[in-house]
């Protein structure tokens, strides 16, 4: 399959496979992406000499290709993803979610505890409130169709389409759900309208889609990534009310804020191992 050839998503006899599974060259590293900073792991640890392998959950139907090997699917929770872990005799791991992938995350830590495997997190600074903003932070989705105020205009929700259900029961908004793919089931909301856009998203472009819409609301998760930030600037400029879905709890394991720290940190933790 080439330079991106993909894994099985599931191995069927695994502690067979690891016994026969030759020692690798290089030290193999599992970067657990989808995010900005996934792609940017895999490039940068493939320059600094490991083998990498992206993982992607195969949520988003479109996606770019990331430097080194891929697989896509789920691994079967932190057992599978243990077994995984044992079979392709991965030196370390990366975790490069979305900093909302909570499930994913809890389930990396442990198998990485079950397996004696270090693992290091990347978790991207939060956005934080500025003077101007007028945010409302809620503790998840569920508190936040709850909290969104209805206003004269348009709600702008950007909270993925995998979490809007909790929105169908608010009739008296008008929503606008920016998603990347539409959603795979139906979103029962008579005043809502789909934009299919993948940012990142230019601020002038942000300007423009407020205006044109006629955003008075905006309901964002916390990502704190660069790509998406326009959005806040521009409610700012507009004095729009902001519902913030504020970020799970992060992980109990090695953390650092970006692509350069994570890869100094796999090179720490493999020569603290013995791995390199």
Known sequence: MGQHGRHAADHADFAAVAQSRPEPGRPRILVLGGSTEGFAA?????????????SFAGRTKTRRSAVGEERVGSFGGAKGLGAYLAV?????????????????KANAGIACADTGT?????????WRREPGDDWRIVSDVAAAAAATPATAGVCLLTIGRQHIKA???RKDLELLIRVIDPPERPFRHKRATFLAQRGPFALEAERALFAERNVTCLVAKNSGSHAAEAKLIVARERGIPVVIVDRPVAPDSPTVADVDLAVAEVGRMLAEAGAC
């Open 42 to 54: 895999a490039e940068a640890l493939t320059a600094a000499g490991y083998e990498v392998i992206s």
């Open 88 to 104: 392709e005799n991965i030196a370390a791991v990366v975790d490069a979610l979305h900093p909302f992938a909570s499930k994913m």
């Open 118 to 126: 270090p693992i290091v997190h990347i978790d991207r600074p939060q």
């Open 167 to 169: 929105f169908e029961k």
